[in-house]
């Protein structure tokens, strides 16, 4: 039940750089409601484009594959 309520990747990471999510989605060029469903495990990061993962990890300045949920 805990692994549920964890933190996704992406909000762990936007969070500990200091960047808000509408800031993220600015800087990135991904909409500010597809973060905010990544964020929320309402959409799967692992299925996004590689492009917008591309992008947000270019911003956050971290791998793809650290935003990736395992």
Sequence with gaps: ????????????IRSSYGCTQSELAK??????RSIQMYEQRKKDINKA???AVYCISKVLG????NL???
């Design 1 to 12: 039940m805990r692994e549920h309520f964890r933190d996704t990747n992406l909000k762990r």
């Design 62 to 65: 971290c791998s793809m594959e």
């Design 27 to 32: 800087r990135s060029g991904v909409t500010l």
């Design 68 to 70: 990736l949920e395992k």
């Design 49 to 51: 484009s590689a492009d």
